[in-house]
Each structure stands twice: as C-alpha cells, then as structure tokens.
C-alpha cells in the first residue's frame, strides 16, 4: 500500500518546483472554447513537468488533467492536476491563483495539494492525516451560518445561468455576514478549510479545480458535495456546496435546492 504522508512530501516538493514557471511571468495567452476560457503557456508547462515527474513517482498511475484534454483513468491511482487554477487572475497578475495536484486511489481522493505561489500557501492533506497550510494544523471555522463569509462564482461560461446563481447568492448573502470572489475555486475551498471564510457555492466545477482542496477540506473538518447532498465523484462537472460544518452545510444546500433542481450540462470525463 502506497505511504500517503510520505508520497504527499515529494508532490509538495514536485509542486513547489512547478510554481517556479508560474512565477517566472514568462508566457503567452490563448482562447480555448471562448474569450472568457483561456490557457497561457505556463498553463501547458506547469502541467508537462508535472505529469512526468508524478509518473516517475508512481509509475502505474494515471492522469485526469485540464489541458490537452488529457485524461487517461483506467488505473487504481490516478492524478488529477489543474497546473493554474485562475489562469485569469495569473494572466492579470492577480494572486489569488494555485497549482492544484490531487491523488485518487479507486476515485477517492488520498492525497491533495494546493500551493498558491504567490502568496506562498501551500495547503496539503493525505487521507486520515489532517490538513495542513505550509506544514501547521488547520481546521475549519466555527461561525454561525449568519456570521459567516460566503465564497462563490457566477456562471462564466454558461452565462445563462448567471439570473440561477444570482438568485442563490442574494438569498445566502441577506442571511449571512458577507460574500467573496477570488476567482479560484481550489484557493477558496483551502480558504474554507484554513476559517477564512465558511460557505461555498459554485454552480458548475471541474474535477481538477476540486480534487485536491475537497480533501484538504475534509480532513479541516469541512462538508463539501453536489447538488441535493449528492457525493462527489470526480469524474464530471459537478455543482458544488461547501461549509464549515454540517449545520450550515445544509442550510446552505436548502437554499441552493430551492433555485437549482438538477446538475447544468455535465458529461463523463
């Protein structure tokens, strides 16, 4: 059986490297399905050193990454990267952005780690070990659903549902103390896990932008799952609805059910 903990060690260290193409700030900026979706050249770099370093640490594993539509599964182990997640903050020098690097065993995540090199956060959890950001024990908040911080997203590029979101967020944020847009999905569920902040919605999220900060936050003590309480899977795009705890899980989850009665235009990765 794999050693999580000390497998955790080298993908911290692998992904620490990686951040040093992201801060370099040498690269270029291309539209993928539209304007609002791009990729930048430190996207396609971070993602090719490391898929062949984490392939050389664990040879019989395989890959469900962002770019290039890679996405190789039919294996035990398989990791699931997203090389920048808020390649748009990062292409307007925006900090809040991450490398994201997750381990499934039989599509359970085992291992996660999110460095946002700016800032110098690295948030990493192996499975039964706790969580932790650049090594300290974290957990998540203790506030009260009205006293606590909402971190959420429109609809980017299915901007029909930007009157659903809308609908939920305003509905959150009358009973809540206030909201946020980092524009990281991996950032604010680390954000979560560490008591940063305490809610989270977002209607449509890739495995590769959650994998890895849903066991962080898990092990912090956080909930994070579908629509309708539906446990994640990680192989499709999905809803998602975080919180610090289960309390204010489902609370949060009732308002999302009363607008969003099923999961928007997913497919099988």
């Given at each position: 059986m794999l050693n999580y903990e000390k497998t955790l060690k080298s993908v911290s260290a692998l992904?620490?490297?990686?951040?040093?193409?992201?801060?370099?700030?040498?690269?270029?900026?291309?539209?993928?399905?539209?304007?609002?979706?791009?990729?930048?050249?430190?996207?396609?770099?971070?993602?090719t050193f490391l898929c062949d370093k984490l392939k050389k640490l664990l040879p019989e594993s395989g890959f469900l990454c962002e770019e290039k539509h890679l996405s190789d599964v039919n294996h035990d182990y398989v990791w699931v990267i997203d090389p920048i997640d808020g390649t748009t903050n990062f292409s307007r020098n925006i900090n809040e952005c991450a490398i994201s690097v997750a381990l499934l065993y039989r599509r359970k995540p085992v291992i996660g780690a999110v460095y946002a090199p700016f800032l110098d956060f690295i948030f990493t959890a192996a499975d039964g070990c706790g969580a932790k950001l650049n090594g300290k024990p974290i957990r998540t908040s203790d506030k009260a659903f009205d006293n606590s911080l909402f971190c959420t997203a429109m609809s980017l590029y299915k901007k029909e549902y930007a009157k659903v979101c809308n609908d939920i967020i305003f509905e959150t944020y009358m009973q809540c103390n206030d909201f946020r847009r980092f524009g990281s999905c991996a950032v604010e569920l680390c954000y979560l896990a560490a008591g940063k902040c305490d809610l989270y919605f977002e209607i449509r999220v890739f495995p590769w932008d959650y994998a890895a900060a849903y066991l962080i936050l898990k092990e912090a003590g956080g909930v994070l799952k579908g629509l309708n309480g539906e446990e994640l899977l990680f192989n499709k795009p999905t809803v998602l609805v975080g919180a610090n705890n289960a309390e204010n899980y489902k609370k949060l989850e009732e308002i999302v059910g009363k607008y969003l009665k099923s999961t928007p235009y997913y497919e099988e990765l």
């Open positions: 992904v620490r490297q990686a951040a040093k193409i992201v801060k370099s700030r040498d690269f270029t900026v291309e539209e993928k399905s539209t304007k609002d979706d791009i990729v930048t050249s430190a996207d396609i770099g971070v993602q």
